[in-house]
């Protein structure tokens, strides 16, 4: 579906409410849905306003044909909506508690600079826990405090469009790489993995037997990192083998569906599986 909009000089934009995410590369959060309350459709639809989408920003616009510079549209004016989050994989992502009963509460009157949230990314001091399984927002605007939209504006000053928005970051992880051969008789003992970039190697890899009781040989990279759409991580498996020498196995990265909580490390891992023969 094509999301770009027009807007002729009949309409000028009063709102600008934007979503963004640093796991994307351009940090912008586009699966994301704005529902309004019944109250503020009914408003929407009173004051023959426009709610559109572009990209990850929704847009009010404002019919610059409309009679609404009387006194009748003086004061504030409320608008609530719904912030609805079409990445199955947001919570995954996403640095927040892992639970799917959240929701966020978004609110203009504490907003600094736009930002209506108290810190740089949306955190824990603002989630609620809800009885529906369901992870999303709650907004809450106070516009046309200054009848600068609607009603009688004695200002002599240019009006320009409200800008709100709301930024996550990305979930802090560690990379684990599991590795499990298709026959029985194996050895692990002279492999090691290699950064590309550093040319670090790695080799203090642990057997253990995962739950559908498949043994593996697994690595844990020191680091911990932030979840990103792309890695410049350039991981490779090799074999210290003196008639072997050329081997050598480029490992993808892992994604974000293959994530773990570990409660005796009491961290996040993202796990990749690959099989050596």
Do not use: C, W
């Not at 529902?35 to 929407?44: A, F, M, N, V, Y």
């Not at 959240?102 to 600094?112: P, T, V, W, Y």
């Not at 050895?187 to 739950?211: A, P």
């Amino acid at each position: 579906m094509n999301n770009r909009f027009q807007y002729t000089n009949s309409f000028s934009k009063i709102m600008e409410f934007s979503v963004y995410h640093d796991y994307y590369e351009d940090n912008k959060l586009e699966a994301a849905q704005l529902i309004p309350s019944q109250e503020t459709k009914e408003l929407i639809r009173n004051y023959n306003l426009l709610l559109r989408k572009k990209g990850n920003s929704f847009f009010l616009l404002k019919n610059n044909n409309s009679n609404l510079d009387s006194q009748v549209f003086n004061g504030e004016v409320v608008l609530n909506f719904k912030l609805l989050f079409n990445d199955p994989l947001f919570l995954n992502i996403t640095d927040i508690p892992f639970g799917y009963q959240q929701k966020f509460i978004f609110n203009s009157a504490n907003s600094e600079g736009g930002r209506l949230h108290p810190k740089t990314y949306v955190e824990e001091s603002i989630i609620e826990l809800h009885p529906e399984n369901e992870i999303f927002g709650e907004i809450n605007l106070l516009i046309n405090g200054k009848n600068e939209f609607f009603g009688v504006n004695e200002s002599e000053e240019e009006t320009k469009p409200l800008k709100y928005f709301v930024r996550f970051n990305s979930r802090p992880v560690k990379f684990r790489y599991n590795f499990y051969f298709s026959k029985k008789e194996n050895d692990f003992q002279n492999f090691f993995l290699i950064d590309d970039n550093t040319n670090v190697q790695y080799n203090d890899f642990s057997k253990r037997m995962l739950e559908n009781g498949k043994e593996v040989y697994s690595l844990i990279l020191p680091d911990e990192i932030l979840m990103k759409e792309k890695y410049q991580h350039k991981i490779f498996l090799k074999k210290e083998d003196e008639f072997n020498k050329s081997f050598s196995k480029y490992l993808a990265h892992p994604q974000p569906i293959n994530i773990k909580f570990e409660s005796i490390l009491e961290e996040f891992m993202l796990e990749v599986f690959e099989k050596v023969d």
